[in-house]
């Protein structure tokens, strides 16, 4: 007998009435992408839980991409018995004695919802307790402190028993929320910005600008590493890659250069609407967090929030930036993101930006210059790529070498 | 031919060797340098180092590249000793690691190091009991054989780091170069681990170091950035681009072929044990598939290797590292066989490519050789 389920529960998505169908196929849908590493296994829905049959994949290369599913609240590995007394009873043994780490102490906690079954769960509770205590040494019951938790579920298609659990990654499904776009430089903030959104369940998609030669060939491929990073928590991601270099010089050549940063991000935004709109994407997101640097002073957000009236997500508004490294050490992107390769926003940039722009004056210095045809074929030339899904072309050559 | 000596080393497949001359030519950039040829050359060494990392079930960041089994085992433990020594200088191996591991424990001696060599059972095993048992407060390194490279016997390595987990100061590292792709080994209690690829049909020259994150050691190289400065050196991206290859390759043919080598080498030993004059030194449970020992008392090996070979079957004495020296084998003595068995030890070696005719021919011949060979010998004496 061996572990051979996984259980997986969600938390907050109960709470949510209606929509807790569509939530449910959502993130059985993620999981299964979650998993595609291990062929075999099987996604099943049942009453309030998903899950998955291993069918001899090793539960740790299911359990792993598992944590990082949003929507989940926690999951156990778990094994299944007949509907039978003596069944369940050996079944909760060797689950016990398969677990890990301390396991002087256990408490046994039934639970009938097959209500046909002929035991009640409290006496239940008891009947496996004796036998787990008789088929074992120097083992008692405690159940308040328990080492192990021995969890029975008698449900209609069978009973199924795991001990312990282990937390998920909270949030709800991604996809169920719609769809944003990221604004991704390749800094530390904006891929950790992306993470906190497919957290409240929002798909991504995401949007760097690139200024070659000025930019490296490496900066833009950090750029698509993390977006592959971030497939990880929530499926395929499509990266817009802009072509910045022919405004960023005309901005460069006709705004002062005080000035020069506030209409490069106000550029950006423009662009980055347009693609979204595009797109059809209701909102974008971005790693601004206030006061961090100069474009991030409340008068510089004011003054470059002007251009668009789509909702702008800053999920790291009021983040310390330890919080953040914190949450991209976490999630993977950190030792990406630190990769020194400069992107589109420290080239050309001069020292004296302006901390306090006013709308004003950006609008004014603007006017002085027809940049419309600059963004619109910056617009026109966006190169499209989706990772996740399919690999690259040029990459698949590499993969069959390996 | 019969090649039976796949523990030397291992024929590289097509595959491997059609992979090096694609990432040779299509990928020749320098990883390191700037531009495109550059980028897409170090593109593709993440992508080696993330498949080889993703067979060892580790992380990406924990591989560093090196030459093979016998630079992997120096950099982890002169790495660790001398990066460590302030915390204590008191080393632990066993008796019969092959010689890249013993000899770079003998060194260490040189510069203060004491060193405890560990006595295997008659098997070859260390029980992690005895491991435990020789750590001191000054420990600082333990490493073991995973699947001893003559006899292969297999070590308790999961369960020794397990208990070694109690003593946070010291590192474990684990030789893992006969063990790769024929016996899995979970690395999660493990700090180091050594692999070389031409053990799996890879390229001589290229192999691996895990070492997990967080762990720091000494650089034998200096001179670049390469493996985060812990092995600087230009990278050889399709030799190691060749290694994931024939280790995933390997992997596959593991999964298929394993029952099968296993059973062969348990026909092997059953055979070899009808013959009065061999003593099999390799236990036919708790072994890798692939690996065969036997002595025949009172032939001298060499002879044997010369004649098997005029025959087109090709086995080995001892560790390649230490066949050419004219000594007993150190790991048969270590073991407790006796000198006579240690003089005579005949390693036979498999592959996923061996074919049962093949065993079956080397069992023929030696059954016809040996006892002649005894005749001669025999009336020297």
Redesign the interface.
Known sequence: MRYDHILVRYGELALKGKNRAQFEKKLEQNIRFAVSGAPNCKVKRTFGRIMIELHGEPPTTVMEPLRHVFGISSFSLAMKAANKEEEIKETALQAFLQQSGAKKTFKVNARRSYKPFPISSQEMNQRIGGYVLKNTDNVTVDVHHPDIEINVEIREQGTFITCGRIEGAGGLPVGTAGKVMLMLSGGIDSPVAGYLALKRGAELEAVHFHSPPYTNERARKKVEDLTSVLTAFGGPVTLHVVPFTELQKAIHANIPSNYAMTIMRRMMLRITERIAEKRGIKALANGESLGQVASQTLESMHTINEVTNMPILRPLVTMDKQEVIDISDKIGTYPISILPYEDCCTIFLPSDSVTKPRRDKAARFEQAFDFEPYMEEAVENTEMMTFGRETKQSEQHMDDLL | MVYLDNSATTKPWPEVLD?YY??AS??FGNPSS???PG??A???LN??RS?VAGLL?VRP?EIVFTSGGTESNNLAIKGIAFKHQERGKHLITSAVEHPSVKEAFMDLEEFGFEVTYLEADREGRISPENVVKAVREDTILVSLIHVNNELGTINPIEETARQLKQFPKLFFHTDHVQGAAHVPLDLSDVDLCSISAHKFHGLKGTGALFKKNGVFLSSLFHGGEQENAFRAGTENVPGI?AM??AF?LSEEKRQDENDRLQSLKIHLIRELQTMEEAEVNTPITGSAPHIVNVSFPGVKPEVLVQELTRQDIHVSTKSACSSKLEEPSAVIKAAGLGEERAWSALRISFSYETAEAEIEAAVTALQRIVPEMKKVMGEKK
Request: hydrophobic share 30%; charged share 40%; aromatic share 4%.
């Open positions: 992979a694609k990432a299509d990928y700037l531009h495109h980028v897409e170090e593109t593709l992508k080696g498949a079930r960041e681009t994931a290859k995933r």
